[in-house]
């Protein structure tokens, strides 16, 4: 079974950090880009980082030069490190991401999410 389990949120308070792991499981061949949404209340999701499977990367601008993005291909997995997180960041934390993987003798290609993590930043 091909899926994106999360882990990692959890409560900090202003200015500390926080490292997100999402971790792709399954007959997984290769995954060409994975992303980090969020979601606060009452809000659409937004994209926050992505990055592919070559390293290039993009942020928000409301996280450039807080947050980092990256991935350990040999592990499947994707992190984001959080770092002087804001009230303004809590959220729900999506991981998505493009896998290529094999069902029985075919590949096939789907976009994946994870389940979400909860990220709250508070005193």
């Known amino acids: 079974q091909v899926q994106l389990v999360e882990s990692g949120g959890g409560l900090v308070q202003p200015g500390g950090s926080l490292r997100l792991s999402c971790a792709a499981s399954?007959?997984?061949?290769?995954?060409?880009?994975m992303h980090w949404y969020r979601q606060a209340p009452g809000k659409e999701r937004d994209l926050v980082a992505s990055i592919t499977s070559g390293g290039s990367t993009n942020y928000a601008d409301s996280v450039k030069g807080r947050f980092t993005i990256s991935r350990d291909n040999a592990k499947n997995t994707v992190y984001l490190q959080m770092n002087s997180l804001k009230p303004e960041d809590t959220a729900v934390y999506y991981c998505?991401?493009?896998?290529?993987?094999?069902?029985?003798?075919?590949?096939?290609?789907?976009?994946?999410w994870g389940q979400g993590t909860q990220v709250t930043v508070s005193s």
């Open positions: 998505n991401a493009l896998l290529v993987y094999r069902d029985s003798s075919r590949y096939r290609t789907s976009r994946y």
């Open positions: 399954g007959s997984i061949f290769s995954i060409p880009d």
